[in-house]
């Protein structure tokens, strides 16, 4: 067991820390530094013994426990250092050292030898011997279908062209960590690349319900499901090793052969995901090194979807949503009930109302993630500033965001107004974004759907789908408002 001692860091970058943290790292620390609160979350998690250094000028003013607390998420509370400039007041709980600004890389070392005691152990050496190689079989055996352990798979060479492709698909699924959705698709575009396949499915297995079609690539829609290839990934989800089936008659070509090659995705103790390739170019059947390339993609991929689970847990828990500023989807959820339940006990009106940002996935993709971050921060900022003490503003997930408004009706001066005057304040902004090199002028809009207790619907999930509605009208327009009474026949 490795006794190297993890230090993560909240920092902006700023030069002098980054220089300190290097010759941290060259006195035998693995330092973990970024500037988002995601990012520290999923570090404290995978490391439970790391210290914690955090630049208290990076913590938002009037929220600094808040994010303290995001950052930390699910992980036990690790021992804590706050970094402030010698002029600030700053005194929060849960920081167990406090280091003064500017300070030197060995005044930081000595604060984090201190911290990390005495050394530990070392731990006993264990020596382990190579597994046999396995022969690639000069025929195709009878056998339709073969199973293959996971310390069968030696490590693939990463020195090489398809070494190199590995690599490049490990970076981009790590990436795609922030959205499981794209790495669903990239992980299925991977493995197909790797493996010369024409055509694969990737599949999540479901609690008590089996098999989750999740994507698929190089078919058709309609011929996306497949209760063989179905039965093929339930098998590989079972027991947790690949195989490769052999044999099968090719769909739509008569008297042609083809094979699949099924990969579960597993993280120690469980399987995320199972991918089956299949119409591997040239109508060949997969050899053992594509068995290799996929299985060692699989673990990797393994992890990558455990972290995503972890980050879209973390995210639902954290108070402070670190894009916008606004509550998260886990308050939301706690207080919409809560609302609703003090309405009925009052005999007051209640709002709910739904605000979808237009064309963010564009921004994204054709300009900057920069650019999609910008448009949620000042759409945030607009929101924080825009409702009455009392009303909450949460970000929802994605592009939507929702606020629950207690004693809102629908009126002269309600939500109706309301609703008008935040979709013609967000269409005023201009956004200038630098990419690469060039500044690039973004022109948000937003569509805002609402709907109001008694009028609307009478339980939560009523008020809650009504609002959904008119958003979801509104968007059919873009930049507009709609609410729940428009849709009624």
Not at 48 to 58: E, M
Not at 441 to 456: E, F, H, L, M, Q
Not at 478 to 485: F, T
Request: glycine fraction near 8%.
């Amino acid at each position: 067991m490795s006794t190297t001692p993890v230090l993560i860091v909240l920092t902006d970058g700023e030069e002098s820390l980054a220089r300190s943290l290097d010759e941290v790292r060259q006195d035998g620390w693995k330092v973990y530094a970024s500037g988002r609160v995601h990012d520290v979350a999923t570090f404290l998690n995978r490391n439970p013994d790391a210290l914690f250094l955090v630049r208290g000028a990076l913590l938002p003013s009037g929220r600094e426990e808040q994010t303290l607390a995001a950052c930390v998420g699910s992980a036990k509370r690790p021992f804590t250092i706050l970094a402030r400039p010698a002029a600030s007041p700053l005194r929060l709980d849960g920081i167990d050292e406090e280091i003064v600004e500017p300070f030197t890389a060995s005044k930081l070392i000595e604060v984090l030898d201190a911290a990390k005691g005495p050394p530990a152990a070392p731990a006993p050496t264990l020596t382990y011997a190579a597994p046999p190689p396995i022969a690639e079989p000069e025929t195709i055996p009878p056998p339709p279908t073969r199973t293959f352990e996971a310390d069968e798979t030696p490590p693939i060479d990463p020195i090489g062209a398809d070494g190199v492709r590995l690599l490049k698909w490990i970076r981009r699924c790590t990436e795609d960590e922030r959205n499981p959705k794209n790495l669903q698709e990239t992980a299925l575009r991977a493995l197909t690349d790797l493996t010369g396949s024409r055509e694969g499915r990737l599949y999540a297995p479901v609690a008590g319900s089996g098999l989750r079609l999740l994507c698929a690539m190089g078919v058709a829609e309609s011929e996306a499901e497949s209760d063989r290839l179905r039965a093929y990934a339930a098998e590989a989800a079972a027991d947790g090793t690949p195989r490769v089936i052999m044999g099968v008659p090719k769909s739509g070509a008569s008297g042609v052969m083809t094979s699949h090659l099924v990969v579960p995705l597993v993280d120690p103790g469980s399987v995320k995901a199972v991918a089956v390739l299949s119409d591997r170019a040239g109508i060949v059947p997969y050899g053992m090194s594509d068995i290799e390339a996929a299985v060692h993609l699989g673990r990797q991929l393994g992890e990558n979807f455990t972290n995503a689970e972890q980050r879209v847990d973390l995210e639902q828990k954290a108070t402070i949503d670190y894009a916008t500023g606004l509550f998260t989807r886990y308050n939301f959820d706690l207080n919409l009930p809560k609302a609703f339940n003090n309405a009925q006990r009052q005999g007051v009106p209640l709002s709910l109302m739904f605000i979808d940002v237009d064309n963010l996935k564009k921004w994204n993709d054709e300009v900057s993630y920069e650019a999609g971050s910008a448009v949620l921060a000042r759409i945030g900022e607009i929101l924080a500033t825009s409702f009455r003490m009392g009303d909450m503003a949460c970000r929802y997930g994605g592009d939507e965001m929702v606020v629950i408004l207690p004693k809102a009706a629908r009126g002269p001066d309600g939500t109706s107004v309301l609703a008008e005057k935040i979709r013609a304040t967000i269409a005023a902004q201009r956004i200038s974004v630098a990419v690469n090199g060039r500044d690039v002028v973004v022109a948000p809009t937003v569509s805002i759907g609402y709907a109001t207790y008694p009028r609307d619907a009478t339980t939560p999930e009523g008020l809650f789908a009504a609002a959904d509605a008119a958003v979801k009208q509104a968007k059919k327009i873009k930049n507009s408002v709609c609410y729940a009474d428009a849709l009624r026949p």
